[in-house]
């Protein structure tokens, strides 16, 4: 079993930055897919980015692409995400969620975090 923490979410000011990191504990973290999904009220749970067990393949969807970035430790059992030139949009609940492989259903993953709110203001 396998437990996730997510932490670094806040309130930025549309263009900032924040780092978002999951701390994971109880499994094997290295064997893991790691991937960032984000909810905003009322939508539908999407990936944000997920990062391959190796950290060779790595997935971003369109929306922030070229400016989020994710990226793994092993060695400290812990994923990042970072978020640069924050937008409105991005206003969400962040999920870390960890997964057999990198896959944008979130139904493929098999353990979450509680999640970390981002808001982005103007």
């Known amino acids: 079993q396998v437990q996730l923490v997510e932490s670094g979410g806040g309130l930025v000011q549309a263009g900032g930055s924040l780092r978002l990191s999951c701390a994971a504990s109880?499994?094997?973290?290295?064997?893991?897919?790691m991937g960032w999904f984000r909810q905003a009220p009322g939508k539908e749970r999407d990936l944000v980015a997920a990062i391959s067990w190796s950290a060779l393949n790595t997935y971003y969807a369109d929306s922030v692409k070229g400016r989020f970035t994710i990226a793994r430790v092993n060695a400290k059992n812990t994923v990042y995400l970072q978020m640069n030139s924050l937008k409105l949009e991005d206003t969400a609940i962040y999920y870390c969620a960890a997964g057999v492989v990198v896959a944008t259903d979130p139904f493929r993953y098999d353990y979450w975090g509680q999640g970390t709110q981002v808001t982005v203001s103007s």
């Open positions: 109880g499994g094997t973290f290295s064997s893991y897919a």
